[in-house]
């Protein structure tokens, strides 16, 4: 899609939002009604829209690209949209680091790094999110040796609650004020630059099959350790897995016939017509076994190589909600093996996949991967499909397993249970108290995250 025509349209997309005042991100899972929505161009019109706010004891949220299934963007008095502060500033080839734009969104970035023979070293499935965005909610891709892309930040540019600028590189494990920047949902203040750590362009030979859970869990260790990257999509009721694994390989553009069979595949097939499986669930969710056996048996093996921009990112055009937990990687297998046991019964009428993947452990105080190599899973039902008992499920056996959830996912964290599973809460309280002591940046979500009466 030309550059010129996807701003256009996202541009009558806020337009449209600042027409009706009312705001939803992309599950509709969370929404609301806004007094006023400002795009501003530069740092210092950005920083007197928060003094004004400030002064007016308006509530202000950066809504990004609204690519969350849990209230974190929800505005109540001002929306924000960095859609005019986007870019790549510069490429600094002596420290292998790239200076970004706030507003930038992921599927700008490779092609922008790949100009100066750049790439990031990892990135998630989904490329619609903005990098401060992506960055202060934790998303992750796969790989036990790479940690979140918050991981992959050397340094923060932020206003905070006052309307003033900071900035702060990124000094070591025991830099309190990085660990709380880390992972922080625009609590301490919105992000306007990002340092990023890039390395060298390269490509990834991607390789899906499908294969049994029983053979899948007898080798998980070895093919964690083996492979770059490393995803497993779990099919409900089914013994099948399918198994999505990534190398490092030279950079290459993808072929123009491999990339028309994989673009078939990926949109034809595990869109359109998963699409159309996903209505027959919803208007008969007894039929959830038979599509999870169907999709199970037909989704494509294939062998696909282009530029890693091009092969992390996949498209997801079927709408779901989604839950999202991080566990210790030593209960991954335990855990897999209840899901898998209790799921031959099919007890939810759910017929989506299952996502697992695998993160190396960071020094965030609010990375659900914080200190330990972690085993993230992900749930999703289709959209219009009743989803509650199955989500509280699964909180109950996360809870079992140690698990903290993903913040831009799905869950019923209260203060107590954030307290009991993030060590470094009270910590990152304090950091955000100073930086935002009038709470402009928090809404009724965080109201009930933070307060210790909940």
Not at 35 to 46: D, G, H, I
Not at 58 to 82: C, D, N, Q, T, Y
Request: net charge positive.
């Amino acid at each position: 899609m030309p550059k010129a025509f996807w701003d256009g349209c996202k541009m009558k997309s806020i337009n449209l939002l600042r027409k009706k005042k009312s705001w939803k991100n992309w599950a509709a899972t969370a929404s609301s009604a806004f007094e006023a929505l400002y795009t501003p161009k530069s740092t210092a019109e950005l920083q007197d829209i928060v003094k004004k706010a400030a002064r007016q004891h308006k509530r202000v949220r950066v809504i990004g690209a609204s690519h969350s299934f849990s209230p974190v963007a929800m505005p109540e008095h001002i929306v924000l949209s960095l859609h005019h502060m986007r870019g790549l500033e510069k490429v600094d080839p002596t420290t292998n680091e790239a200076v970004i734009l706030g507003g930038t969104y992921l599927h700008e970035i490779g092609p922008l790094l790949k100009e100066h023979g750049y790439a990031l070293e990892n990135m998630g499935d989904i490329q619609e999110q903005t990098i401060a965005g992506a960055v202060s909610t934790g998303t992750h891709g796969t790989g036990i040796t790479f940690g979140s892309l918050s991981n992959q930040v050397a340094a923060w540019e932020w206003i905070d609650g006052n309307g003033n600028l900071h900035y702060h590189r990124r000094t070591g494990k025991n830099d309190d004020l990085a660990n709380a920047l880390h992972v922080s949902m625009g609590l301490l203040g919105i992000l306007v630059r990002l340092t990023i750590k890039v390395v060298p362009l390269y490509s990834l030979k991607v390789t899906t099959f499908r294969t049994t859970i029983a053979d899948t869990m007898s080798s998980w260790k070895i093919d964690m350790q083996t492979n770059r990257h490393l995803e497993w999509f779990y099919f409900p009721g089914t013994d099948i897995v399918q198994i999505k694994q990534m190398e490092k390989v030279a950079p290459i553009a993808q072929r123009k016939g491999e990339k028309i069979n994989a673009s078939f595949s990926k949109i034809c097939i595990e869109n359109h017509i998963f699409y159309l499986l996903s209505e027959w669930c919803r208007r008969n969710p007894k039929r959830s076994q038979l599509v999870s056996n169907i999709s199970a048996k037909t989704i494509p093996n294939r062998i696909e190589t282009g530029f890693s921009y091009e092969m992390f990112a996949s498209p997801r055009k079927v709408k779901f909600y989604e839950i999202e937990y991080a566990i210790p990687i030593k209960q991954f297998l335990p855990c897999i093996e209840m899901i898998a046991s209790h799921l031959q019964k099919q007890p939810f009428s759910v017929h989506f996949p299952i996502e697992c993947r695998f993160v190396k452990g960071e020094d965030g105080f609010l990375s659900p991967n914080y200190q330990q190599d972690s085993a993230f899973l992900a749930f999703h039902m289709y959209k219009g499909m009743e989803y509650l008992s199955y989500f509280a499920w699964v909180e109950e056996l996360m809870s079992d397993f140690q698990g903290r959830p993903h913040w831009g996912k799905m869950n019923t964290f209260n203060y107590q249970q954030a307290k009991q599973w993030y060590p470094m809460w009270e910590v990152f309280l304090t950091t955000r108290q100073q930086f935002d002591p009038n709470g402009i940046f928090l809404n009724t979500y965080f109201e009930k995250l933070l307060s210790s009466s909940s």
